[in-house]
T-cell receptor
Framework: DTAVSQTPKYLVTQMGNDKSIKCEQN?????MYWYKQDSKKFLKIMFSYNNKELIINETVPNRFSPKSPDKAHLNLHINSLELGDSAVYFC??????????FGSGTRLTVV | DAKTTQPTSMDCAEGRAANLPCNHSTISGNEYVYWYRQIHSQGPQYIIHGLKNNETNEMASLIITEDRKSSTLILPHATLRDTAVYYCIVDYTGANSKLTFGKGITLSVRP
């Protein structure tokens, strides 16, 4: 079983569309995160949720809205997609003490 | 902003030890030193972390100086599969964690 799984793996869409990326973890972790890795390979934290509560909300456009229906899931919805949103998005989770476990990423391409 | 300083790149021969340095002179008393790596196009992978004492696991060893202002990640017998970007990060544990990635160091293992 994959510990942190993201779907889809690849997403190609047109500007202006709305899309969602789903993430699920089966590690029993309390905290989940979304990271964005741009073309220059910088990894930046976007959001984190702890037990379904938003605790980190970095400077991210309002078009990005995370949703956590339960502590095992953290989805990312993006409205009105722009060319600059093209990137790889990584979901991660963490427990009380040990390191983060990352998913394999969702490569979003906006055309 | 990342609170660590790493060289941009280094290489080592396959089978030899790879020693990756990191400076974190502003580390606070409750912050841990974490190491992650990202192999091309994959999600970041947790390697090891420590507070004061040296640590060893099946992947690597972490040597932290007594003043905690620097550390070294040691891959005892580097293989070609260890070619990756390695990130040294200082962070709190638990709910105060906010893993912030810098540029990392690109390790190239040559045959």
């Amino acid at each position: 079983d994959t510990a942190v799984s993201q779907t889809p793996k690849y997403l190609v869409t047109q500007m202006g569309n709305d899309k969602s990326i789903k993430c699920e973890q089966n590690l029993g972790h309390d905290t989940m995160y979304w990271y964005k890795q741009d073309s220059k390979k910088f990894l930046k934290i976007m959001f984190s949720y702890n037990n379904k509560e938003l605790i980190i909300n970095e400077t991210v456009p309002n078009r990005f809205s995370p949703k956590s229906p339960d502590k095992a899931h953290l989805n990312l919805h993006i409205n009105s997609l722009e060319l600059g949103d093209s990137a790889v998005y990584f979901c991660a989770s963490s427990g009380a003490f040990y390191g983060y476990t990352f998913g394999s990423g969702t490569r979003l391409t906006v055309v | 902003d990342a609170k660590t300083t790493q060289p941009t790149s280094m290489d080592c021969a396959e089978g030899r030890a790879a020693n990756l340095p990191c400076n974190h002179s502003t580390i606070s008393g409750n912050e841990y030193v974490y190491w992650y790596r990202q192999i091309h196009s994959q999600g970041p992978q947790y390697i090891i972390h420590g507070l004061k004492n040296n640590e060893t696991n099946e992947m690597a060893s972490l040597i932290i100086t007594e003043d905690r202002k620097s550390s070294t990640l040691i891959l005892p017998h580097a293989t070609l599969r260890d070619t990756a970007v390695y990130y040294c990060i200082v962070d709190y544990t638990g709910a105060n964690s906010k893993l912030t990635f810098g540029k990392g160091i690109t390790l190239s293992v040559r045959p």
